[in-house]
């Protein structure tokens, strides 16, 4: 059954859905994007994507085509005529299409933005499998450019990182720099090491992952300690438990790292508590 999407203001089936082969997005990755679950119907940390959505914005210079009220009517309209109870809702904007390719950005006055949503459902998206055996992870070198703080679309190198992580008999992948873990490929990292969760400092380094933000919040909340900074592969090869957070996947344990056993190998109970948390209290303040 073909999807409604939404793109520039219309509501179509997906098969009519047509942007400009001129599209920044499409020639030069010029654009960034979201993804909001949806469970019960309902939108998860919706607030907090937009407010992502915004400062990614800013960083490239680039307008919203719509207020922040207009997109939240958008995914609800999404989500009634696709019929979603769990699933996800993918927004992208780009710098739009322009007459002809040139490195120098179109004047936004001619050149309106291309806004494009469009669901994805997942039934039984909090009750994934494999949170309760736990994931395998890989690590690999982070060559990603340096501003990985906005949510843009070149996602090339994560694809990457998840194929490796795919030809290695691996779920993911875990980047390094200078022998310290930054992030997953569309997920921050965790670990745990004596009842301390420890993941790696707000910077240009990491995206702000509106998950790790509530997960951090919830986990102090709990009376859980909590430490941002920085920690090495090895250090994570030696951690008690380990875990990655994002949109998709919620709070998601990981069990192996390079072929090794974290912990005992099976999913801990600092990452087991915070996912009961999250999807807790998530609930409760969707829209």
Known sequence: MSRTVYLNGDYLPETEARVSIFDRGFLMADGVYEVTSVLDGKLIDFDGHAVRLERSLRELDMDSPVTRDELLAIHRELVARNG????????????????????????????????????????????????????????????RWGRRDIKTVQ?????????????????DAWMIEDGMVTEGTSNNAYIVKGGKIITRALSNDILHGITRAAVLRFAREAQMEVEERSFSIDEARAADEAFITSAS?????????????????????????????????SRKAAI
């Open 84 to 143: 979603i109870t769990d699933g996800m809702i993918y927004l992208q904007i780009t710098r739009g299409a322009p007459d002809d390719r040139d490195f120098v950005f179109p004047d936004p006055e001619t050149t309106p933005p291309t806004i494009v949503l469009f669901t994805q459902n997942k039934p039984g998206l909090a009750d994934n499998p494999a949170a309760r055996v736990g994931i395998k992870v890989i690590g690999i070198e982070d060559q």
């Open 155 to 171: 996602l090339l190198y994560p694809s990457l990182g998840k194929m490796m992580a795919k030809k290695a008999g691996a779920d």
């Open 249 to 281: 996947t919620f709070v998601m344990p990981v069990v192996e790292l390079d072929g090794q056993p974290v912990g005992n190998g099976q999913p801990g109970p600092v990452a087991a508590r915070l996912r009961e948390i999250y999807l807790d209290e």
